[in-house]
Every structure is written in C-alpha cells, then in structure tokens.
C-alpha cells in the first residue's frame, strides 16, 4: 500500500532510478555524519573549552572578591584580567542573555558557564558575534567581563562539511558518467527490439555488462530464428505454389479442349479461383514490402487505386485532403497493394465505397469505408490473420480469396512503421484504416 504510494514518486526511466539508487546512500551517509559530527563537536568540544577559558576567569572573581574595597577591586580586576585576556569593568552594566538562533555551540557555552561558575549571570553573544560579554556578581558590585569567542569555540567547524557536500557531488558526478556507459547498451537494445518490431533489421553490437550483452544476444539469437523462419515459410510457399502452377495450367488447357457446357465453365471458374489464389500465395510469400523507400504522393497512389475499380465498372468515391499531395517516403508498390485490398474487400462486401486519403503525424492515413456487413468487433483481430477467411460460405459466391488480403495491408503498415486498424464505419460496413509514418527515404 505505502510502497504502491511512494512509487508514483519514484523516477520510471532506468536513468532516474539508478541516479536515485547512487544519491539516496550518498546523502544518507552525508546526513548522518553532519549529525553526529555537530553533536560531537559543537557540544563536546566546545563544553572543553569553555571549562579551561572558566578556571582563569574564576580565579579573576576570587581576586576581585579578595580585595578590601570596590577602588581596589576594579584596580586589581583590571590588571588581573588584561593578564589572562579578560576586559573587566567594574562596576558594570547588567547583561541581558542573548544567542544567534543559529549558534549551536553557545548553547554548550552558556550552558557550561553557568554550570562552572554559579557567579556568572546574563550572558550576550549575540551583540557581537566575536566577542563573550557576561556579568557576574562581586562582593563589590555587579562586574562586566568580556572575551574573545575563539577562546571557546573552535574555528570554522563548518570546513568538513563544505568537504564532504563538495566530494560528494563530485563524485555523483562521476558515478553518473560511468553509469551512463552501462545504460546506454541497454537503450540500444531496446532501439534494435523495436525496430525488428516494425520490420527493420538495424545492426547490433554487443556491448556493455554481462547481463546486458546476455539479454543482447538472446534477442539476436531470436532475431536469426524468426528470419529463417520466415525464410522457410517463404520458400515452402513459393515452391508449392510455383508447382501448383503447371498442373493448374495443364487443367485450364484440357477445359479449355472440352465441350463447352455448364459444367465445364463451372470447373473452368474454379480454376481461374484457384490461380489468383496461388498467385496471392506467391505474392505473399515474396515479401513485397522489404526494400526501398521513396518519395511518393499519396494522393496520386489513392487516384490510382479509384482508378483501377473505375475500370472493372465500380464506382469508390475519393476523398483526398490538400496535405496529401506532399510526397512521403513510401514502398510504393507495397502500399498500392495494401490499399487496393482493401478497397476490393469494400467492394465486395459493400455498393458504396469511399477511400480517403489525408497526412496524419509525420506520414498518411488511407481510409476505406464501405456500408456491407462490417466485421464484428471481436473478430478483427482474426480476419486480419494470414490464410483466414471470416465466414467463408458467405464469400465463396462473392468470389473470396486466400485470406491474404488484410494480412498483407496489415504487414505493409508495420514494415512503415504504422499498423492497419478495423472498425465501425459511418456508411453501416466496415472502416479500415492504414496508417504510415514517414519512412525516410532509401
Ligand atoms: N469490407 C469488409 N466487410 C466485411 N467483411 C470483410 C471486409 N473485408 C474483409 N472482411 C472479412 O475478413 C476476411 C479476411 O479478409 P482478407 O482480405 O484478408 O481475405 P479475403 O478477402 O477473404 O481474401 P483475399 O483478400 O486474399 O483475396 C474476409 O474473408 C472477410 O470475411
Ligand atoms: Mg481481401
């Protein structure tokens, strides 16, 4: 409970955290030696000098009090005391008890005055800080005795201190710089971990401590299993749907030979499915999306794609916003790609479709809506997997594909830096938005 409290104090970053870990026994320590060095010196210290400044100063008053007459007292006060360092003036004026607040060692001093010398009355150390006045009773009157502070207290006592404070920045300082250098591996890390997220493969180096360089080259181990991975899928696919191909080429050329009824033209439909699928697959496994970046117009790249459905006879109203005609750093031909399957999934799913096209951030968004059936909320996530085909009696007749599509759109956006998201769309379908950050170019 308290700690859940204090953590909302606490620094978040790795740097804070050391930083907070490296000053708290520094100052800690720094705290507890003031404390105790004070208490030692201010109060035993000074409580020693002030018992050997108390002794010449009694044997004055014993002198003045053993002098026959007030004339003699002052007389012999006054030689007495300029001897062993005392201004006496006899008789005096009353002294009221005064200290600085922040005197911390006249409090041992008038402390142990009063407690040697029970003669002694007010004592000022307030009027001048140099100086110890105090009044004390004689058998001839009030006598006002003054002398040097140094007598009593020990010369700049805060000296340690002003050390102490000052080694110990320096050497936070210090710590900070080293610190820096085992942190950053870690900051580095993190920077090739999230760039391999977003489908870039930036060069690492171990580096830094032990640990770090472990977690390093678990995460590059990784790295090279997911690639081969993918490399595997990648040549599986190509290789089968390459040697689909022949046979599915032999099958068209022997429906094409035979009569040509109903039958014929349904097998003939199938295999003309059946060869844009393996084409997807291809595609797919090509990875399209790796490669270089360059400056294209979005706007341009949205007219293309409401100009592709234009030909085949379909109508995708375009909406394209004034910032959308500044080139960004895209793959273009991936990014054309995602757009036209989404548009296609609108069209065949929806009548009305409307593409948008507008800067966001640093890089565009391309919207497309349609006012089909929509996909349920809690089924987005599984229609934009590869291979899945929501409902897949429902698209068969409406000529469905390999269930790509969204899979495609979805790693073209990653591979940009952004991410493709479904929703709730005004016209009553579907809303897919692809979004890229600027990619710079090359
Ligand atoms: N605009 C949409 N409206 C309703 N459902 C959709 C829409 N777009 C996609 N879906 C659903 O999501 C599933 C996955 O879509 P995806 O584009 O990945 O595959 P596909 O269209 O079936 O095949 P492909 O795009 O590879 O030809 C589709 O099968 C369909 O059920
Ligand atoms: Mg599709």
Request: aromatic share 4%; charged share 20%.
């Amino acid at each position: 409970m308290f700690f859940r409290w204090l953590k909302r104090f606490l620094p978040r970053g790795l740097y804070g955290r050391a930083m907070l870990i490296l000053l708290a026994p520094v100052v800690a320590v720094q705290l507890v030696v003031s404390v105790v060095f004070l208490q030692r010196h201010f109060d035993r210290v000074t409580e020693q000098m002030t018992r050997s400044v108390a002794i010449p100063l009694g044997y004055l008053l014993d002198e003045i009090a053993a002098a026959p007459d007030p004339g003699a007292a002052a007389a012999r006060g006054g030689t007495l005391g300029a001897a062993l360092g005392f201004t006496v003036t006899l008789p005096g004026d009353p002294v009221a008890e005064a200290r600085l607040i922040y005197d911390l060692s006249g409090r041992s001093v008038v402390r142990t005055l009063h407690e040697v010398l029970p003669a002694v009355g007010g004592i000022d150390l307030a009027g001048d800080t140099g100086l110890v006045r105090l009044a004390a009773a004689t058998p001839h009157g009030p006598a006002e005795i003054t002398f040097r502070r140094a007598r009593v207290s020990a010369s700049n006592p805060h000296q340690l201190l002003v050390i102490m404070v000052l080694a110990g920045f320096l050497l936070t300082v210090v710590a900070y710089l080293f610190l820096r250098n085992q942190l950053t591996p870690i900051a580095r890390l993190g920077e090739a971990a999230s760039a391999y997220g977003r489908g870039r493969i930036v060069p690492y180096r171990l580096r830094g401590a032990t640990e770090v360089r472990a977690a390093g080259r678990a995460f590059l181990d990784m790295r090279a299993r997911l690639e081969q991975a993918r490399a595997q899928r990648t040549l599986l696919l190509s290789g089968v749907s390459h040697d689909l191909r022949t046979p599915l080429t032999r099958l068209k050329l022997g429906l094409s030979l035979m009569d040509d009824d109903e039958d014929v033209r349904a097998m003939a439909r199938d295999v003309a499915d059946m060869e844009q699928m393996v084409d997807a697959f291809l595609d797919y496994a090509r990875g399209e999306w790796t490669g270089a970046a360059d400056p294209t117009v979005p706007a341009d790249l949205a007219r293309r794609v409401a100009g592709n459905a234009g030909r085949v006879g379909r109508e995708v109203d375009l909406a394209v916003a004034p910032g959308a005609e500044a080139p960004v750093p895209m793959r273009a031909r991936a990014v054309e790609r995602a757009v036209e399957n989404l548009v296609q999934n609108a069209l065949r799913h929806g009548t009305r479709v409307r593409l948008a096209v507008a800067p966001q951030g640093g890089g565009v968004a391309f919207t497309v809506e349609d006012d089909g059936p929509g996909i349920p909320a809690d089924r987005r996530e599984e229609a934009l997997a590869p291979f899945t085909r929501l409902d897949p009696a429902r698209n068969h007749d409406r000529g469905g594909g390999a269930g790509l599509g969204l899979a495609i759109a979805s790693e073209v956006a990653r591979s940009h830096g952004g991410s493709l998201t479904l929703g709730d769309s005004a016209l009553g379908g579907l809303r897919a938005e692809l979004t890229l950050a600027g990619l710079s170019a090359g």
